[in-house]
């Protein structure tokens, strides 16, 4: 190891940062009782100018409309976490890297999660439903954004609760950052006027 290499052990609950003759130079005894954030992912499969959305069949969420997606796994990386999420729920599989184009804060089950959207190409295949989702339909993304998380959307949720209304903007901003990224028209309020 270089002079002025650090090395970081981690143990259980301890994680110590030494120093090159391997000496503590940092420790903390603890870690939280629970992760900070939890870690998902979510994916805009494209085809013909369209995502695929899925209706979701149980959960916190049963009947709504949204991207193909799920939590991490122990062990996996975030881009196998969005490609096995994508197989499981679609039987789809990408033609095309994934590109990261967003991420989002949710709250999701209790638990604070970060949440990282890519983009990819599904332009081949059926649909082949998992459990957790009674339908799936291919949507024009603009057309999403506004059906399912407009201003008046977002305020009828309200009244469940600020946590449920901040979310479903989280999820907005993240439509909004994929469209930009395509290219296309967003927020209809950040459209500027003639």
């Given at each position: 190891m270089p002079a002025n290499a650090c090395a970081f052990a981690f143990d259980a609950f301890a994680?110590?940062?030494?120093?090159?003759d391997n000496h503590d130079?940092?420790?903390?005894?603890?870690?939280?009782?629970?992760?900070?954030f939890a870690l998902s992912s979510a994916l805009f499969a494209e085809r013909d100018g369209e995502i695929l959305i899925l209706k979701r069949a149980a959960g916190a969420v049963t009947g709504g409309w949204y991207l193909p997606g799920g939590a991490l796994d122990a062990g996996e990386d975030i881009v196998a976490c969005a490609r096995r999420e994508l197989f499981e729920e679609t039987g789809l599989v990408p033609s095309t890297p994934l590109t990261c184009v967003a991420v989002a804060h949710m709250r999701v089950y209790g638990h604070d999660s970060l949440q990282v959207l890519y983009a990819c190409g599904c332009p081949e295949g059926d649909v082949v439903l998992s459990d957790e989702h009674s339908a799936a339909r291919w949507v024009d993304p603009i057309a999403y954004r506004e059906r399912y998380f407009s201003d008046d959307v977002i305020e009828g949720f309200a009244g469940g609760g600020a946590g449920t209304a901040t979310m479903l903007r989280?999820?907005?901003?993240?439509?909004?950052?994929?469209?930009?990224?395509?290219?296309?028209?967003?927020d209809p309020a950040a459209v500027a006027a003639p």
């Open positions: 994680v110590r940062a030494c120093g090159p130079v940092t420790e903390i005894e603890t870690a939280p009782a629970t992760p900070l989280n999820i907005r901003d993240a439509i909004d950052a994929f469209l930009d990224w395509r290219g296309l028209p967003g």
